[in-house]
């Protein structure tokens, strides 16, 4: 069963950083796509990082270009990312998520996010 | 980036009904690349639908996505008690964006 837990969030001041894990289990890891994604409570969803299997190829939204590093360590099927510079809001759940891949009817589809952790609640407050 | 849309904002509706939700982009996505995600209160997304009208593993067959160029559809055949949930579609072709969400209420 794949199985995705994030760890790391918690309460940090404004300007300040966190870096958060996620560990992959039940899949080989280093063969994923993966990304993170953040939802304020009771708002929508939105993506902000992705990183491709080998972790050579990575993207940020605009709201976290120059402030987020989005990593990986294959021989520990983790995902990292480190946030600086926090800002207030920036808080949120946030959710590590693997893409999928499929064949259907001969055509290859992916980008979807087919499993998702449980999230980590990151809060940036004085 | 891809603006989607979806409609309507929340609806209340018993259980055996139809339900009918609509994203519409903002410019035209490949079906390939559009998928439909189930939200319930205190839990992560759940993926239902991926490549417009694929339903994902252990998806009941009472959920179908269709659709093509900017509009795209989710329905539901017969509404079950436990679809209550906030539903968001989800573009992923080049650049990924969501929609805001639609509330589904049972009554």
């Known amino acids: 069963e794949v199985e995705l837990v994030e760890s790391g969030g918690g309460l940090v001041q404004p300007g300040r950083s966190l870096r958060l894990s996620c560990a992959g289990s039940g899949f080989t890891f280093s063969s994923y796509e993966m990304n993170w994604v953040r939802q304020v409570s009771g708002k929508g969803l939105e993506w902000i990082s992705f990183i491709n299997h080998k972790g050579n190829s990575i993207y940020y939204a605009d709201s976290v270009k120059g402030r987020f590093t989005i990593s990986r360590d294959n021989a520990k099927n983790s995902l990292y990312l480190q946030m600086n510079s926090l800002r207030a809001e920036d808080t949120a759940i946030y959710y590590c998520?693997?893409?999928?891949?499929?064949?259907?009817?001969?055509?290859?589809?992916?980008?979807?996010?087919?499993?998702w952790g449980q999230g980590t609640l990151v809060t940036v407050s004085s | 980036e891809i603006v989607l849309t979806q409609s309507p904002g929340t609806l209340s509706l018993s259980p055996g009904e139809r339900v009918t939700l609509s994203c519409r982009a903002s410019q035209s996505v490949s079906s390939t690349f559009l998928a439909w995600y189930q939200q319930k209160p205190g839990q992560a997304p759940r993926l239902l639908i991926y490549?417009?009208?694929n339903r994902a593993t252990g998806i009941p067959d009472r959920f179908s996505g269709s659709g093509s160029g900017t509009d795209f559809t989710l329905t539901i055949s017969r509404l079950e008690p436990e679809d209550c949930a906030v539903y968001y579609c989800h573009q992923y072709g080049g650049s990924t964006s969501f929609g805001q969400g639609t509330k589904l209420e049972i009554k």
């Open positions: 490549g417009a009208s």
């Open positions: 998520v693997r893409e999928g891949v499929s064949m259907v009817r001969g055509v290859m589809i992916n980008g979807y996010f087919d499993h």
